[in-house]
């Protein structure tokens, strides 16, 4: 993969090669987006896809110039992204894009400084890991930029308004109420949580400078944090709520549903931040976790096993429990690289993103999260995308389990079933589609 984001903080460059899921309100739908590989490991493709559960379908995408923002549905329907400008001037637009008709209706452009001459840049700065109030009328996200520390920014939908925050910090949560900021903070001089200034408060339109936020330059070496700090949005004061001097290397977080739990994931495994507690834990510090989510217990985790030294579960999407047991729910060598899942607002499903370099989209398989099984898969809305990823999956299914084996036929029931239904009986393409998964099902038993 081309190196990226050289301009960006590491850290925040690799949560979000792959965004986490967005769920839309009623739970029937999700969002992704990230920089897909192509055959040659580059990661020059990419979008805004939307998964549908009723469809069993992925819209491909919704908008292609997200970069490396992550989406958030705002409803059933809206959903919030930041993408490049055309401008010559380092630009981001925050907009809003409906995901059945693609209007896209503009909130606002951020300027942001320029980028350092570093070659092999894809991109200069994006909105990184948003989250909202309960409401959906508060959002609060990080906008990286070249040269700045890490900037705080909360949206009110409902006064039309963003307000950057005078602290630096890394992946800001929104209290369920929208009126606290948790994050990671960074170490100030002389001080627990560096300050970057005065913060201020715009109107939600046209044109935002936030190039004179922060006027000092900002570093990108080893990243330490001095706890989790909580900025009040009403008195305008910060508190550090769990103090835990460190470096940080964890590039992935998660935090529960009452948002009192965090957790950090990356090379030296969990750090959790326990809010009531006031305290910070650390487990599983010889394993590299790369996505993480809490499990419907809110207690134990979700992640993806890197396999540093658990060598057994490499690829394996794995339960975490508070206390670092560790065991395989899903996945492994034989099944595409889990990109990203997330569990849905009724906690009883969870969704897990796969990626193919040789297939231009991404597909999802849904899994019942009580029974540990998956029971659906959402392919490519486009036919001929989506019986060519069935074909290319049958050629690794040797040393499939039979968890791997149902998710394969779930993919082959749903491209037969949109043969049956999108080609024509007197279309001669039918013959040929029924043709390939035929040979997909016998190199399904003959791999066996």
Excluded at 231 to 254: F, I, N, Q, S
Excluded at 358 to 375: C, E, I, Q
Aim: aromatic share 6%; net charge negative; with cysteine.
């Amino acid at each position: 993969m081309r190196r990226l984001l050289v301009l960006l903080l590491p850290i925040v460059v690799a949560a979000c090669v792959h965004g986490t899921l967005s769920w839309s309100l009623d739970g029937r739908r999700f969002a992704f987006s990230g920089l897909l590989e192509d055959d040659r490991g580059e990661s020059d493709r990419g979008g805004l896809y939307v998964f549908d559960l009723d469809e069993r379908s992925v819209t491909r995408p919704v908008v292609t110039d997200v970069r490396l923002s992550t989406p958030l549905f705002l409803d059933d329907d809206r959903i919030l992204f930041a993408g490049p400008s055309s401008s010559d001037a380092p630009t981001l637009i925050l907009s809003t894009v409906d995901r059945t008709n693609r209007r896209r209706r503009p909130l606002c452009l951020l300027r942001l400084r320029g980028p350092a001459p570093v070659e092999d840049v894809e991109t200069s700065a994006g909105m990184i890991v948003p989250t909202a109030s309960e409401d959906r009328t508060r959002v609060a996200f990080n906008v990286i930029q070249p040269h700045a520390p890490p900037t705080i920014v909360v949206v009110d939908l409902l006064d039309k308004t963003l307000r950057t925050l005078p602290v630096a910090g890394l992946f800001p949560v929104l209290a369920p109420d929208g009126r606290r900021v948790s994050f990671l903070a960074l170490p100030g001089e002389g001080t627990s949580v560096r300050t970057i200034g005065e913060g201020a408060k715009h109107e939600l339109k046209g044109l935002i400078d936030l190039t004179g936020e922060t006027e000092e330059e900002f570093g990108y070496g080893e990243t330490r944090i001095s706890g989790l700090a909580v900025y009040d949005l009403d008195r305008d004061e910060t508190d550090l709520a769990v103090r835990w001097k460190g470096k940080l290397d964890a590039p992935h977080w998660a935090v529960s549903r009452d948002r009192k739990v965090f957790a950090v994931a990356g090379r030296r495994g969990v750090l959790r931040f326990d809010l009531d507690a006031g305290t910070a834990t650390s487990i599983l510090e010889d394993e590299e976790l790369l996505r993480v989510t809490f499990d419907r217990d809110d207690r134990s985790l979700l992640a993806v096993c890197a396999g540093r030294s658990l060598k057994d579960l490499e690829g394996a999407l794995v339960r975490v429990s508070a206390d670092g047991e560790v065991g395989r729910v899903f996945g492994g060598p034989s099944v595409p690289r889990v990109a990203a899942f997330g569990v849905a607002p009724d906690r009883r499903t969870f969704a897990t993103v796969h990626t193919n370099p040789k297939v231009r989209d991404p597909f999802a398989v849904v899994h019942d999260l009580s029974l540990g099984t998956p029971t659906d898969v959402l392919l490519p809305d486009d036919l001929d995308s989506a019986t060519e990823l069935v074909m290319r999956w049958s050629d690794r299914l040797g040393g499939a389990d039979e968890t791997e084996l149902r998710i394969f036929d779930l993919a082959f029931k749903t491209v037969g079933r949109r043969v049956d239904v999108e080609v024509p009986a007197d279309d001669p393409r039918r013959g040929e589609y029924a043709a390939r998964m035929a040979r997909a099902k016998e190199g399904r038993f003959r791999n066996r």
